[in-house]
């Protein structure tokens, strides 16, 4: 054909410039175009004729994947619409097909849809005139999340999954728990695509994580709203097993004991069993699952009970000591007693050493005058060298309530000679130890500016 393949070679610089102009403005198309997985996605394209010179003879969709080029569809005036790529599916097709309107409709829409659609009409006698779309294809994942059984332990371990399947773009996964752990995430890309992410919660499973309620938190753009998913951890423990229903007052002939085996655990424990160290259950008890139920009491069952709880996890067991009595236990009547007893003797001991601080102080007070008598000022008093601290003293237990030695009251009357020193004579042992529980306070601020490992045994003297 004589015909220039572009308006440029007609000519001037100018002319060619508004041509393109006008020119890219014939095909009309989206540049970018979204669509979900499933549903339907419209590809637009429509051709606006200028000039009625212009005639369009046919009408081309071609689809571009990485290096891969394919026509899709193709409208001819006189052979109608033709698709290429998926025969007689109906899945793609022209909206309406014409030489003006080159929209395509593909739905359902398939991941493998997602590529650079080139929108062609081929005219007369401007030849080829197109538009490009990129279509992108986006995915819903399909979300769950689950606790992952593992037995109680101490080493971190993942306790729960959460899994954001065959999403696009890549899911985002966060976790909201009150507990101690952490938690990692991990991405697969899809041939088609589309990208599962999983995440596990890591934690140390102690047996008070079970049935702890925790969140998985999933956001992905096709999602309206981030999915919370809610897990409830299952650790798996060991039963742990109590006897009840020994009160202690088993006597014979009694017809109402009954022992009772409870056990909590992870799978909770379904399947007990009664025993006794011989081996043997006394013909006298009958056991009903947890229950051991005695009938009448008899010197059989003076023996001790053992309970076995049993869970997939392990089995425990727990004893009962029973003490067969010939007549009813009327301790509790004495218990009674008891407690009045003993409130008794604590009111009288409370006024005995009530008393006997009273005296204390008046005696202090007494020795203070004295002592105000023989002194000028407060008692010069210093501590003995350091050696004979950390040698002699240490090693002892605490001797605040003990008379010094004699050897300690030379080192202490050489360091520094007091007048308190002649007290000590004085100072009766049982006075001692009342003094020591009146005055602890007051000579711990008495002698705040006295070295602190004389404070407890100066108080002594004081
Ligand atoms: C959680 O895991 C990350 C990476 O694995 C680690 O850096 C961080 O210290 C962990 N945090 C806790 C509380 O264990
Ligand atoms: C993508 O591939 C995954 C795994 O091959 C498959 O499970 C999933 O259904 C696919 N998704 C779509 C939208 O084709
Ligand atoms: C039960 O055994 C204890 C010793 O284990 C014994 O003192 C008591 O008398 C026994 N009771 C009966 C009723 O046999």
Not at 252 to 262: I, P
Not at 281 to 307: H, M, Q, W, Y
């Amino acid at each position: 054909m004589g015909a220039p393949r572009s308006p440029c070679a007609l000519g001037s610089l100018l002319c060619c410039c508004l041509l393109s102009v006008v020119l890219a403005q014939r095909v009309n198309v989206q540049d970018e175009v979204t669509g979900y997985v499933g549903q339907e996605v419209t590809l637009p394209c429509t051709f606006t004729n200028a000039s009625p010179d212009v005639k369009v003879s046919q009408v081309t969709w071609v689809k571009e994947t990485g290096t891969k080029k394919q026509n899709v569809a193709v409208y001819h005036p006189v052979h109608g619409p033709s698709y290429l790529i998926e025969k007689g599916t109906g899945r793609i097709r022209f909206r309406a097909p014409s030489l003006q309107d080159a929209t395509l409709v593909i739905a359902p829409l398939h991941m493998s849809d997602e590529g650079i659609y080139t929108c062609e009409f081929a005219t007369y006698p401007l030849g080829n005139e197109d538009g490009v779309t990129s279509l992108t294809i986006l995915a819903k994942p399909t979300n769950f999340a689950e606790a992952l059984e593992v037995k109680a332990g101490n080493t971190e371990v993942p306790v729960a999954a959460c899994t954001s399947a065959n999403g696009k773009p890549a899911a985002h996964i966060t976790w909201q728990s009150g507990l101690n752990g952490n938690f990692t995430v991990s991405e697969v890309t899809n041939t088609n695509g589309t990208v599962t992410v999983t995440s596990h919660y890591v934690m140390v499973p102690t047996k008070e994580a079970n049935e702890q309620r925790i969140f998985c938190h999933i956001d992905q753009k096709t999602l309206v709203q981030p999915e919370a998913l809610l897990v409830t951890l299952s650790i798996l423990y060991p039963p742990e097993v109590v006897i009840h229903g020994y009160d202690n007052n088993w006597y014979l002939n009694r017809d109402d004991a009954v022992l009772t085996c409870s056990a909590t655990g992870n799978p909770p424990p379904t399947d007990f069993s009664w025993t006794t160290p011989s081996g043997q259950l006394p013909n006298t008890v009958a056991v009903k699952g947890e229950r051991l139920v005695v009938r009448n009491v008899d010197a059989s069952v003076n023996t001790t009970f053992i309970c076995h709880a049993t869970n997939r996890v392990g089995r425990v067991s727990s004893e009962q000591v029973i003490f067969v009595r010939d007549k009813p236990n009327t301790e509790g009547a004495g218990t009674t007693g008891g407690i009045i007893g003993g409130l008794i003797a604590a009111i009288v001991a409370l006024a005995v050493v009530a008393t006997g601080i009273l005296i204390c102080r008046q005696q202090r007070n007494n020795r203070r005058e004295e002592e105000e008598e023989d002194l000028e000022g407060p008692p010069a008093y210093k501590p003995p060298p350091p050696s004979q601290m950390t040698e002699e003293r240490e090693p002892d237990a605490p001797r605040y309530h003990e008379l010094p030695t004699m050897e300690e009251r030379e080192a202490v009357s050489n360091a520094a000679p007091s007048p308190e020193d002649g007290y000590l004579d004085q100072v009766n042992p049982i006075y001692d130890a009342l003094a020591f529980a009146a005055t602890e306070e007051e000579a711990a601020s008495a002698a705040l500016a006295t070295d602190k490992a004389f404070i407890m045994s100066r108080a002594m003297y004081v």
